[in-house]
């Protein structure tokens, strides 16, 4: 297992933008497919981003594809969530996650969660 503590979420105007970070600490974090996903009000949980151990494969929901950047520094054990061009529909609860295989690019693939931040993007 390996812990996770998401930082960064807050109330943004539409079109502006926030950084997200998660720290994570137990196992060896370099070990890790990392993720962000979010969950808004009464939907299911969202697959935004994933970066494999090297950062040589990202992978993105179409909804952000262009706007969210993941990025992640292994020697600090922590991934990154760079949020762009924010819509009032971005808004809900951020959470980061990290997976031992992507297979459906769900939360299904994701084992280790943190507890979440809020992200609340005014129109």
């Known amino acids: 297992q390996v812990q996770l503590v998401e930082s960064g979420g807050g109330l943004v105007q539409a079109g502006g933008s926030l950084r997200l970070s998660c720290a994570a600490s137990?196992?060896?974090?370099?070990?890790?497919?990392m993720g962000w996903l979010r969950q808004a009000p009464g939907k299911e949980r969202e697959f935004l981003a994933a970066i494999t151990w090297t950062g040589g494969n990202i992978y993105y929901a179409d909804s952000v594809k262009g706007r969210f950047t993941i990025s992640r520094d292994n020697a600090k054990n922590t991934v990154y969530l760079q949020m762009n061009s924010l819509k009032p529909e971005d808004t809900g609860v951020y959470y980061c996650?990290?997976?031992?295989?992507?297979?459906?690019?769900?939360?299904?693939?994701?084992?280790?969660w943190g507890q979440g931040t809020q992200v609340t993007v005014s129109s």
């Open positions: 996650a990290a997976s031992v295989m992507l297979r459906n690019l769900d939360q299904a693939d994701f084992g280790s």
């Open positions: 137990g196992r060896t974090f370099s070990s890790f497919v």
